[in-house]
Protein backbone atom coordinates (compact mmCIF):
# COMPACT_ATOMS: atom_id res chain seq x y z
CA UNK A 1 0.00 0.00 0.00
CA UNK A 2 1.57 3.19 -1.15
CA UNK A 3 1.45 6.20 1.36
CA UNK A 4 -1.47 8.02 2.38
CA UNK A 5 -0.48 11.61 0.27
CA UNK A 6 -1.56 13.85 -2.22
CA UNK A 7 0.73 16.15 -4.00
CA UNK A 8 -1.83 18.13 -6.33
CA UNK A 9 -4.63 20.20 -4.56
CA UNK A 10 -6.16 23.52 -5.88
CA UNK A 11 -7.28 26.46 -3.78
CA UNK A 12 -10.04 28.86 -4.41
CA UNK A 13 -7.55 31.75 -4.44
CA UNK A 14 -6.44 31.58 -7.59
CA UNK A 15 -9.83 30.82 -9.36
CA UNK A 16 -9.52 27.57 -10.82
CA UNK A 17 -11.01 25.72 -8.13
CA UNK A 18 -14.44 27.07 -6.39
CA UNK A 19 -15.43 28.29 -3.47
CA UNK A 20 -15.22 24.59 -1.43
CA UNK A 21 -12.06 24.60 -1.78
CA UNK A 22 -10.62 27.08 1.20
CA UNK A 23 -7.89 25.95 2.80
CA UNK A 24 -9.39 25.04 6.12
CA UNK A 25 -12.00 23.38 4.21
CA UNK A 26 -9.52 21.21 2.22
CA UNK A 27 -7.37 20.14 5.82
CA UNK A 28 -10.35 19.32 7.27
CA UNK A 29 -11.78 17.33 4.27
CA UNK A 30 -8.00 15.67 4.05
CA UNK A 31 -8.14 14.97 7.74
CA UNK A 32 -11.65 12.96 7.47
CA UNK A 33 -9.50 11.05 4.36
CA UNK A 34 -6.86 9.99 6.51
CA UNK A 35 -4.39 11.43 4.55
CA UNK A 36 -0.83 11.88 5.99
CA UNK A 37 0.96 14.67 3.67
CA UNK A 38 -0.34 16.28 1.22
CA UNK A 39 0.55 19.54 -0.97
CA UNK A 40 -0.88 22.38 -2.00
CA UNK A 41 0.22 23.37 -5.70
CA UNK A 42 -2.03 26.30 -7.32
CA UNK A 43 -1.35 27.24 -10.94
CA UNK A 44 1.51 30.09 -11.65
CA UNK A 45 1.13 30.71 -14.96
CA UNK A 46 2.46 34.40 -15.25
CA UNK A 47 4.53 36.19 -12.36
CA UNK A 48 1.72 38.47 -11.59
CA UNK A 49 -0.08 35.94 -10.57
CA UNK A 50 3.02 35.87 -7.18
CA UNK A 51 0.91 38.14 -4.85
CA UNK A 52 -1.90 35.64 -4.33
CA UNK A 53 0.72 33.05 -3.65
CA UNK A 54 1.70 34.53 -0.99
CA UNK A 55 -1.51 34.83 0.49
CA UNK A 56 -2.07 31.31 0.26
CA UNK A 57 1.43 30.72 2.01
CA UNK A 58 0.09 33.02 5.18
CA UNK A 59 -2.92 31.15 5.07
CA UNK A 60 -1.06 27.84 5.41
CA UNK A 61 0.91 29.09 8.07
CA UNK A 62 -2.00 29.89 10.11
CA UNK A 63 -3.13 26.30 9.69
CA UNK A 64 -3.05 23.97 13.06
CA UNK A 65 -2.99 20.34 11.69
CA UNK A 66 -0.95 16.76 12.65
CA UNK A 67 -1.18 16.61 8.56
CA UNK A 68 2.18 17.57 6.81
CA UNK A 69 1.23 20.46 4.37
CA UNK A 70 3.75 21.14 1.73
CA UNK A 71 3.36 24.61 -0.06
CA UNK A 72 4.19 23.32 -3.60
CA UNK A 73 3.34 24.89 -7.16
CA UNK A 74 1.68 24.01 -10.31
CA UNK A 75 3.56 25.55 -13.52
CA UNK A 76 2.26 25.72 -17.12
CA UNK A 77 4.42 26.52 -20.58
CA UNK A 78 3.78 30.35 -21.00
CA UNK A 79 3.49 29.13 -24.87
CA UNK A 80 4.27 26.28 -27.40
CA UNK A 81 7.80 25.18 -27.10
CA UNK A 82 7.97 28.05 -24.35
CA UNK A 83 8.81 28.13 -20.60
CA UNK A 84 7.72 28.32 -17.24
CA UNK A 85 6.98 31.45 -15.57
CA UNK A 86 9.37 30.30 -12.96
CA UNK A 87 12.97 30.37 -11.92
CA UNK A 88 15.25 29.46 -8.95
CA UNK A 89 14.90 33.25 -7.83
CA UNK A 90 11.07 32.95 -8.02
CA UNK A 91 11.33 29.24 -6.05
CA UNK A 92 13.75 30.79 -3.27
CA UNK A 93 11.59 34.23 -2.45
CA UNK A 94 8.38 32.59 -2.13
CA UNK A 95 9.49 29.56 -0.75
CA UNK A 96 8.04 26.67 -2.49
CA UNK A 97 8.87 22.96 -1.14
CA UNK A 98 8.62 21.22 -4.63
CA UNK A 99 6.84 22.21 -8.15
CA UNK A 100 4.77 20.19 -10.28
CA UNK A 101 4.26 20.97 -14.08
CA UNK A 102 3.74 20.19 -17.48
CA UNK A 103 1.76 20.88 -20.61
CA UNK A 104 -2.04 21.83 -20.32
CA UNK A 105 -2.74 22.58 -24.25
CA UNK A 106 -3.14 21.40 -27.65
CA UNK A 107 -1.84 24.62 -28.80
CA UNK A 108 -4.58 24.07 -31.84
CA UNK A 109 -3.81 20.91 -32.87
CA UNK A 110 -6.45 19.19 -31.65
CA UNK A 111 -7.51 17.62 -34.88
CA UNK A 112 -3.94 17.11 -36.12
CA UNK A 113 -2.77 13.22 -34.36
CA UNK A 114 0.68 13.35 -35.10
CA UNK A 115 1.49 17.23 -34.60
CA UNK A 116 -0.47 17.02 -31.45
CA UNK A 117 1.11 14.17 -29.78
CA UNK A 118 4.69 14.80 -30.92
CA UNK A 119 3.75 18.30 -28.96
CA UNK A 120 2.44 16.81 -25.86
CA UNK A 121 5.58 13.89 -25.79
CA UNK A 122 8.26 16.89 -26.59
CA UNK A 123 6.97 19.11 -23.67
CA UNK A 124 6.63 15.97 -21.24
CA UNK A 125 10.71 15.32 -21.76
CA UNK A 126 11.01 19.11 -21.08
CA UNK A 127 10.05 18.34 -17.81
CA UNK A 128 11.92 15.94 -17.09
CA UNK A 129 14.95 17.97 -17.80
CA UNK A 130 14.09 21.00 -15.76
CA UNK A 131 16.04 20.41 -12.72
CA UNK A 132 13.19 22.72 -10.66
CA UNK A 133 10.22 21.15 -11.43
CA UNK A 134 9.54 17.64 -9.67
CA UNK A 135 6.90 15.88 -11.44
CA UNK A 136 5.16 15.55 -14.65
CA UNK A 137 1.22 16.22 -14.06
CA UNK A 138 -0.65 14.08 -16.14
CA UNK A 139 0.48 13.32 -19.34
CA UNK A 140 -2.05 13.48 -21.98
CA UNK A 141 -4.85 14.76 -20.16
CA UNK A 142 -6.87 17.34 -22.43
CA UNK A 143 -9.52 19.68 -21.77
CA UNK A 144 -13.13 18.69 -22.84
CA UNK A 145 -13.37 21.07 -25.58
CA UNK A 146 -9.93 20.18 -26.86
CA UNK A 147 -10.65 16.25 -26.28
CA UNK A 148 -13.90 15.86 -28.27
CA UNK A 149 -12.32 17.15 -31.48
CA UNK A 150 -10.25 13.77 -30.98
CA UNK A 151 -11.80 10.92 -32.55
CA UNK A 152 -8.54 9.22 -33.45
CA UNK A 153 -7.82 9.02 -29.64
CA UNK A 154 -10.12 6.40 -28.33
CA UNK A 155 -7.28 4.84 -25.53
CA UNK A 156 -3.85 5.01 -24.99
CA UNK A 157 -2.63 2.68 -27.76
CA UNK A 158 -2.05 5.80 -30.06
CA UNK A 159 0.76 6.16 -27.80
CA UNK A 160 4.01 4.85 -29.62
CA UNK A 161 5.78 2.65 -27.32
CA UNK A 162 9.01 3.99 -28.50
CA UNK A 163 7.50 7.30 -26.32
CA UNK A 164 6.61 5.33 -23.19
CA UNK A 165 9.89 3.65 -22.98
CA UNK A 166 12.13 6.91 -23.48
CA UNK A 167 9.63 8.80 -21.14
CA UNK A 168 9.58 6.11 -18.10
CA UNK A 169 13.77 6.35 -18.59
CA UNK A 170 13.80 9.92 -18.17
CA UNK A 171 11.91 9.65 -15.16
CA UNK A 172 14.20 6.84 -14.04
CA UNK A 173 17.71 8.91 -14.83
CA UNK A 174 16.10 12.37 -13.80
CA UNK A 175 14.44 11.16 -10.68
CA UNK A 176 11.31 13.84 -12.15
CA UNK A 177 7.69 11.68 -11.22
CA UNK A 178 4.68 11.05 -13.43
CA UNK A 179 1.73 11.92 -11.43
CA UNK A 180 -1.21 9.16 -11.29
CA UNK A 181 -4.35 11.79 -11.80
CA UNK A 182 -7.24 10.89 -9.94
CA UNK A 183 -9.82 14.04 -11.53
CA UNK A 184 -8.25 14.47 -14.81
CA UNK A 185 -8.53 10.90 -16.38
CA UNK A 186 -10.25 7.73 -13.82
CA UNK A 187 -12.67 10.64 -12.19
CA UNK A 188 -13.27 12.44 -15.55
CA UNK A 189 -16.43 11.42 -17.61
CA UNK A 190 -14.85 13.11 -20.61
CA UNK A 191 -12.93 9.57 -20.78
CA UNK A 192 -14.02 5.98 -21.51
CA UNK A 193 -13.66 3.35 -19.76
CA UNK A 194 -11.92 1.71 -22.24
CA UNK A 195 -9.32 4.84 -21.88
CA UNK A 196 -9.34 4.54 -18.49
CA UNK A 197 -7.90 1.46 -18.84
CA UNK A 198 -5.51 1.79 -21.20
CA UNK A 199 -4.30 4.79 -18.80
CA UNK A 200 -3.42 2.21 -16.10
CA UNK A 201 -1.71 -0.02 -19.13
CA UNK A 202 0.23 3.17 -20.30
CA UNK A 203 0.98 3.44 -16.18
CA UNK A 204 2.61 0.12 -16.23
CA UNK A 205 5.11 0.56 -19.44
CA UNK A 206 6.17 3.64 -17.64
CA UNK A 207 6.86 1.44 -14.81
CA UNK A 208 8.64 -1.70 -16.64
CA UNK A 209 11.01 1.02 -17.90
CA UNK A 210 11.98 2.20 -14.43
CA UNK A 211 9.52 5.73 -13.78
CA UNK A 212 8.93 6.80 -10.41
CA UNK A 213 5.43 8.14 -9.52
CA UNK A 214 3.68 10.79 -7.70
CA UNK A 215 -0.09 10.54 -6.24
CA UNK A 216 -2.20 13.40 -6.73
CA UNK A 217 -6.31 14.18 -6.84
CA UNK A 218 -5.83 17.13 -8.76
CA UNK A 219 -9.34 18.69 -6.85
CA UNK A 220 -10.85 21.66 -8.24
CA UNK A 221 -13.81 21.17 -5.52
CA UNK A 222 -13.92 20.06 -2.41
CA UNK A 223 -15.66 16.36 -3.41
CA UNK A 224 -12.76 16.20 -5.77
CA UNK A 225 -10.43 15.18 -2.50
CA UNK A 226 -11.55 11.74 -2.42
CA UNK A 227 -10.21 11.05 -6.11
CA UNK A 228 -7.11 10.79 -4.19
CA UNK A 229 -8.23 6.84 -3.08
CA UNK A 230 -8.60 6.06 -6.48
CA UNK A 231 -5.56 7.12 -7.39
CA UNK A 232 -3.88 5.21 -4.35
CA UNK A 233 -6.14 1.89 -5.55
CA UNK A 234 -4.20 2.81 -9.66
CA UNK A 235 -0.65 3.15 -7.55
CA UNK A 236 -1.23 -0.41 -6.21
CA UNK A 237 -2.01 -2.33 -8.84
CA UNK A 238 1.26 -0.79 -10.75
CA UNK A 239 2.78 -3.30 -7.59
CA UNK A 240 6.08 -1.05 -7.19
CA UNK A 241 8.02 -1.25 -3.82
CA UNK A 242 7.38 2.50 -1.48
CA UNK A 243 10.84 4.03 -3.11
CA UNK A 244 9.34 4.26 -6.61
CA UNK A 245 6.62 6.89 -5.58
CA UNK A 246 8.24 10.38 -5.27
CA UNK A 247 7.96 12.46 -1.51
CA UNK A 248 8.75 15.87 -1.41
Not at 17 to 23: F, G, N, Q
Not at 129 to 139: A, G, I, K, N, T
Not at 188 to 206: A, D, F, H, M
Request: hydrophobic share 40%.
Amino acid sequence: MVSKCDYHIHTDLIGCADKTMRIPAIIAKCELLGMEKIGITDHLNTLDQLPIHHQIKEQLSQIETSLIVYFGVELNFTGLDQDFAYSEKVRDELGYKFAIGGIHSAYGYAQDKERCLAIQHRHHLRVMEDPLCHVLVHPYWFGKSEYEQMDWFPDMTVIPDAWVRELGAASAQTGTAIEINGCAFFHNPVYSKRWKESYIEYLQGLASYGAIFSLGSDAHTITDLSAIQTVRAVADELNLPEARFWQP
